[in-house]
């Protein structure tokens, strides 16, 4: 017995000092659950720009205005699409980051505040699974730009036999290049993130440069920007209307698992507004440029092979066809490198709907590693959660989750769903329920007279409204789908352009069902002025964080 408990104890990550003895909180607090400590609270304004650079430098980015093309609309209403799209999300993604830029706490903690301390697991448990899931979608994808690296450099891997049977889903050369990518990625997971934001920084200079280069060679073979310019929209009328409502969504929901987490970035903030400005301009700004360029790289590769390509890793595969010059190999090294650098920064946010890729690494692992630190806080921290995730998406095959039928890419779709009903209820207890009065030390304990801990740990009151938020958006996403109900009748078209909002009516849903119930049932702590402050002076490491409450602060709860 000794040996097995020696054995299992050899395994153990946490060490039970924080913020009380070790019996109580083992199952709800940890060293990467805790509030990051002064010294890893690095992220300024300049890293959060980064951040954005790098982020939208990927392949999605350069595919989402291109697809609304192809659905009939001209280059201007699918770019205004895509600039509402990241604009209206913006805001969002701010308002639920700054409990962790205030607080310098993550996702997980952040989650106890709005579902109780054992109701956030179920959350947590959403977030963590879908990281694990996207972390081997994206290396599948990541792998192709790996292929275009090896194809410049070698022609030769062209030739490589296959070795792999058809079951399999792959061929040699592509799970090659897939598991390089999936090994490039590995030593980014072993660094805490706070001490990788120069690589980031690194991406924001390489990437842009590459695009830039990517596009003013299209324009010299295509000899203009090509014929897509021109072309106007083969739509009209409230088929329009709809259709830039939807491209504007897509674009909502690319980004709706950051507005959920966005905790836990913003929890490495040196000061809390370093997360407000940097996320609100840049991130709308560069995604909006950079879909631009995308539109006219694909525009200038119809002029130049006849066709729109709309994926930049097929156009580098077809510049290398037909014995290209080494200028050219070079050329297509260096973009194809600056691509590898993109998919290996950040992390998946978006759907898979129509093939849209989000495709980098590092937040989706820095984002498993939290969440699964909070699901097993005892055994696991972000780095081993990172890697975790990491061994999943190899052992998935996510070349085949991507090739998959209709159900994958609707329940991926739905997955916006789900979350916007979570940060819908976020959203709501930090800014109108409790007006940025906090307990931190009340998200790592136990016990009953802890602000969160509700009924036994659960916030029935959120899981209300987290569900109103979901029923909402059901029926139209059935309809969506071309589901048929039992009754045998079609969904009614009111259901699908709910469901075509279903950012806005899950968030908004969850926001107000939440509010009408802490009206009747009052939760402890809601406060009836705002004032950002943690009521319980807690700071196991974090001495700035302390703040003088008086007494009329507490008078101010209810």
Request: hydrophobic share 45%; glycine share 6%; proline share 5%.
């Amino acid at each position: 017995m000794n040996r097995v408990q020696n054995f299992v104890k050899g395994f153990e990550v946490f060490r039970g000092s924080e913020p009380q003895d070790a019996a109580n909180t083992s199952s709800t607090s940890a060293d990467d659950l805790l509030p990051v400590p002064s010294n890893k609270r690095t992220w300024v304004s300049f890293n959060f720009i980064a951040f954005w650079i790098a982020d939208c430098i990927n392949i999605n980015t350069w595919m989402i205005a291109s697809g609304m093309i192809q659905s009939g609309m001209s280059w201007w209403q699918a770019w205004l699409s895509v600039c509402l799209g990241y604009g209206i999300v913006a805001p969002f993604i701010v308002l639920n980051a700054r409990p962790g830029a205030m607080f310098h706490i993550t996702f997980p903690a952040v989650s106890r505040a709005s579902f109780g301390t054992f109701g956030s697991l179920w959350c947590v448990f959403n977030r963590a699974a879908m990281a694990c899931i996207w972390y081997g979608v994206q290396a599948s994808i990541g792998g192709t730009c790996v292929l275009v690296v090896l194809r410049a450099m070698w022609p030769s891997v062209n030739s490589i036999p296959n070795s792999l049977p058809i079951s399999s889903g792959t061929n040699t050369a592509d799970f090659m290049s897939f598991f390089l990518f999936w090994l490039i990625s590995l030593p980014l997971i072993w660094f805490p993130i706070h001490k990788i934001r120069h690589f980031f920084t690194v991406t924001t200079i390489i990437a842009p440069v590459a695009d830039v280069v990517f596009l003013i060679w299209c324009i010299v073979k295509a000899k203009g920007v090509g014929p897509i310019i021109r072309q106007r929209g083969t739509i009209h009328g409230s088929q329009l209307a709809w259709s830039m409502i939807a491209g504007a969504m897509s674009c909502i929901s690319n980004k709706v698992t950051l507005v959920t987490n966005a905790p836990d970035f913003a929890s490495r903030a040196r000061y809390p507004s370093a997360a407000v400005y940097p996320q609100l301009i840049t991130m709308p700004l560069t995604y909006c440029l950079l879909s631009l360029v995308g539109v006219l790289v694909s525009s200038s590769s119809q002029a130049i092979y006849g066709e729109a390509i709309w994926s930049p890793v097929d156009l580098l595969n077809m510049f290398l066809d037909d014995d290209p010059s080494p200028a050219t190999r070079f050329g297509v090294w260096f973009i194809a490198v600056s691509f590898v650098f993109a998919q290996t920064t950040f992390d998946f946010d978006g759907d898979l709907t129509e093939k849209y890729f989000s495709t980098n690494i590092s937040a989706n692992s820095v984002s498993a590693g939290c969440d699964l630190t909070a699901l097993f806080p005892r055994f696991i921290n972000i780095r081993r959660g990172g890697y975790i995730a990491a061994i999943v998406g190899l052992c998935m095959c996510p070349w085949n989750l991507v090739k998959s039928s209709n159900s994958f890419t609707s329940y991926v779709s739905a997955y916006s769903v789900f979350l916007s009903s979570i940060a819908g209820v976020m959203a709501t207890e930090y800014w109108i329920i409790r007006k940025g009065h906090y307990r931190v030390k009340d998200l790592y304990v136990t016990q009953k007279d802890s602000w969160y801990w509700y009924t036994c740990g659960i916030n029935i009151r959120a899981y209300a409204a987290y569900i109103a938020g979901i029923l909402i958006n059901v029926v139209g996403f059935a309809g969506a789908r071309q589901f048929i109900f039992i009754a045998g009748r079609t969904v009614p078209v009111a259901a699908t352009r709910i469901y075509d909002l279903s950012f806005f009516t899950g968030f908004g849903t969850s926001a107000i069902v939440y509010w009408s119930l802490n009206r009747l049932f009052p939760v402890p702590g809601a406060a009836h002025t705002f004032k950002e402050v943690d009521l319980s002076n807690y700071t196991p490491a974090n001495s700035e964080l302390q703040s003088e409450v008086g007494s009329k602060d507490v008078d101010e709860l209810s």
